[in-house]
């Protein structure tokens, strides 16, 4: 357990709902990250905060996704009217920066979503 | 593209040996590289990482080695373990230009033969 949680764990959709994950970061952590992991690939990055400022996007990132991080702790993803190919580990991670040499990015268990 | 990949999808090697997992990166721009272990159904998890100023780091039971002018980064366990079986990823950033995004590669699976 490396202090980042994520809900849901898993989710199980239909194609053209909305849905939300919530990721808890390490209390301390400055930064929070998205990313996406499809089956047998290596994480892909999708944005990330420093506090409550969203400083990168990636093109990944349709319009149909939102992130926000309103106080600078906890993060919220949604996905609005879910595709098929939104079916994917979305997995969050946070680190500190700027107060030491270290920084580490440490994962959280992920959500699973699956769109049917 | 940019991209971070791994020479091998699958590596076998029996317990107690050492395994080495390599991996290619493009980015020459790249300066902090990592690896990590992902378990069926967790996340990555860090194992060691490395800055481009340097070409060996060691750990416990871990050694990473850079090699920049060939773009060749390496993971080494020492005396393999059953608790070792996992995916392996690499990992690059850019940390000079502060941009902390992680770059993936494709990973390779280690099993850990009896």
């Known amino acids: 357990d490396t202090g980042v949680s994520q809900n849901p764990r898993h989710k199980i959709t239909k194609r053209g709902q909305n849905v939300t994950f919530r990721c808890d970061p390490i209390?301390?952590?400055?930064?929070l990250y998205w990313y996406r992991q499809t089956l047998g690939q290596g994480p892909e990055f999708l944005t990330y905060?420093?506090?409550?400022?969203?400083?990168?996007k990636s093109r990944l990132l349709s319009d149909r996704f939102s992130a926000e991080r309103p106080k600078g702790s906890f993060s919220t993803l949604e996905i609005q009217r879910t595709e098929q190919g939104d079916s994917a580990m979305y997995l969050c991670a946070s680190s500190l920066e700027g107060f030491s040499d270290a920084y580490e990015q440490y994962f959280g268990p992920g959500t699973r979503l699956t769109v049917t | 593209g940019e991209s971070v990949g791994l020479h091998l999808p699958t590596l076998s090697v029996q317990e107690g040996d050492n395994s080495i997992i390599n991996c290619a990166y493009s980015n020459s721009a790249s300066d902090y590289f990592i690896w990590y272990k992902q378990e069926s159904g967790k996340g990555p998890q860090f194992i060691i990482d490395i800055r481009s100023n340097m070409d060996k780091r060691q750990g416990q039971r871990v050694t990473v080695l850079l090699n920049k002018t060939v773009k060749h980064l390496s993971l080494q366990i020492a005396a393999t373990q059953p608790g070792d079986s996992a995916v392996y990823f690499c990992a690059e950033s850019r940390r000079v230009v502060r941009d902390d995004k992680i770059i993936f590669g494709k990973g390779t699976r280690l099993h850990i033969l009896p």
């Open positions: 209390s301390e952590h400055n930064r």
């Open positions: 905060f420093q506090n409550e400022a969203q400083l990168e």
